[in-house]
């Protein structure tokens, strides 16, 4: 990309903003001071405690903001639950029990006169109850050694309550059969008061449809939450796409930074970085392309001069020095250049690494063990993938002594090939080393074997621009084992 670079805009940030990073590195000071000078049994407690608690955690960033949201949300509805239950509910049923005693009472005070004949008092009683929603009648005298205590239910303590605050008369309450009405009875003026009235009338009956409206609102809340946190995430995850596309080498299309702003602020940045990384590797390209191509002249001036000359023992070794120097020229701009232009195809992977072991491993006389399982077919760019499996089989090839293994496994969205010979191997020491460019192990390999250095590093760095790996280590046949794992 060519042009006058395009400036990443940049955001303000928020007072509550730079306060919250402010506690953060306040509570990141504390956990570091805690750690330091607390007692080990107490640190070993609380690190096993949060792992413990990691791993019952949701590991998205939709499950976490949900959790987030949620749980608030959930001790809100419990506090308010609570306090329905233990005030409002409370008072309402204590009050509407407070009113039916004081009817009670007041039924009781009526039977209990002495002015009145017993079908006179039987008269009033009923037609004064039948008016506040109340059956009664007066029982005869007989009754009074059926009279039960009270039970601990709540709606039965509270009219108690009421007609103890009322009267004397001795009393007793008790629920039917049914369960829905209560009954009580009174000791009065010839008889026994008998009254059974409905439960709902000394009771807040309606409770649960605070619940029901209080569930029903938390799900629509938590359904509106999840809209708006899922809308909120989309950018992260198309920011996340997007890295990934470039990292492997694929053209990033109809990215726009979107969301929060902090969301934006890093597409602006990797916006920018991209941009960055594109000039840097256009202008490295030309002047490796400039160079190669002086140098390439140079060695075809050669090679036409040595044309010129007798055959020899002399022209020989120079017209070996020269092709040498054409491959080292074509191992360095290869590797300076790398493969990020190629647009990646399908292609047969079992194909492509039969094809380097029949061209590089048997001229050699290397015996071959292959092995493929899973599908071979991919996406990847070929050229650079070729090189890649080329520059382990061929090391193999070069460094081992009878034969080479190559397994091949795709298997859970991972693409995983082994390389494997039986020559001197590599030291553990320096198997990190030896992936660095320009880099020869000649100590552990044979020293007259002709190389630049680049074919690992050219390996890893084909690898990891698919988003994968090399991991090098001892094979079980006595060599060196080479892992590839791509993602599939």
């Known amino acids: 990309m060519t042009g006058t670079p395009v400036p990443e805009p940049s955001e303000r940030r928020g007072r509550i903003s730079a306060g919250l990073d402010r506690l953060d590195d306040f509570t990141r000071h504390v956990r570091v001071f805690v750690s330091r000078y607390s007692p080990r049994v107490l640190r070993r407690a609380w690190v096993g405690t949060g792992h413990a608690i990691n791993r019952w955690l949701p590991k998205g960033l939709l499950g976490r903001s949900l959790l987030i949201v949620v749980v608030p949300m959930l001790i ?13 509910w409370i008072l309402v049923t204590q009050r509407l029990s407070d009113a039916v005693a004081g009817q009670i009472v007041g039924l009781a005070t009526i039977a209990d006169t002495n002015d009145l004949t017993d079908l006179q008092r039987a008269a009033i009683v009923a037609s004064t109850g039948g008016a506040m929603g109340l059956n009664v009648e007066i029982m005869p005298t007989s009754e009074i050694g059926r009279l039960r205590r009270s039970s601990t239910d709540i709606v039965h303590s509270m009219l108690a309550d009421g007609i103890l605050k009322r009267t ?7 629920d039917l ?5 209560i009954e009580v009875r009174m000791v009065v003026h010839g008889g026994v008061l008998r009254v059974e009235f409905a439960r709902n009338l000394a009771y807040a009956a309606n409770w649960h449809f605070f619940l029901v409206w209080m569930v029903c609102t938390a799900l629509f809340l938590v359904l509106v939450s999840l809209i708006f946190l899922r809308n909120q995430i989309k950018p992260i995850e198309r920011l996340a796409a997007a890295a990934d596309a470039f990292g492997r080498g694929r053209p990033v299309e109809g990215f726009a930074p979107s969301g929060a702003r902090e969301v934006r602020q890093a597409a602006h940045a990797f916006i920018g970085m991209r941009r960055r990384l594109e000039r840097q590797i256009e202008q490295r390209t030309t002047m490796l392309a ?6 390439k002249t140079i060695l075809t001036r050669f090679r036409l001069g040595l044309a010129l000359l007798p055959e020899g023992e002399e022209t020989a070794d120079l017209r070996s020095d020269v092709a040498e120097m054409e491959a080292m020229l074509e191992a360095y701009v290869d590797f300076a250049r790398g493969d990020a232009d190629e647009a990646p195809q399908p292609m047969d992977v079992e194909a492509t690494i039969a094809d380097c072991l ?3 491993a048997e001229p050699v006389g290397r015996t071959v063990h292959s092995t493929f399982t899973g599908d071979g077919a991919l996406t990847l760019r070929p050229t650079a993938f070729r090189r890649l499996i080329a520059n382990l089989v061929g090391n193999a090839a070069r ?8 397994t091949g496994e795709r298997r859970e969205g991972w693409l995983s090939i082994v390389v494997e010979d039986d020559g001197p191997g590599i030291p ?35 690898a990891r621009s698919h988003g994968g790996d090399i991991e090098l280590g001892p094979s079980p046949h006595g060599g060196l084992k080479a892992t590839i794992r791509l993602p599939a």
Do not use: C
Not at 76 to 83: C, E, P
């Open 358 to 360: 029949r061209q590089m």
């Open 168 to 174: 004397h008369m001795p009393f007793s309450i008790r």
């Open 399 to 406: 460094y081992g002594r009878s034969a080479i293994w190559v």
């Open 290 to 295: 400039g160079v190669g191509h002086d140098l």
């Open 177 to 181: 059969k049914d369960d829905n009405r």
């Open 428 to 462: 553990d020491s320096e198997l990190e080393a030896v992936f660095r460019p320009f880099y020869r192990l000649d100590a552990a390999r044979n020293q007259d074997v002709p190389g630049t250095g680049l074919g690992l590093a050219i390996a890893r760095d084909v």
């Open 76 to 88: 809100l509805l419990s506090v308010l639950t609570g306090v329905f239950m233990d005030r409002h």
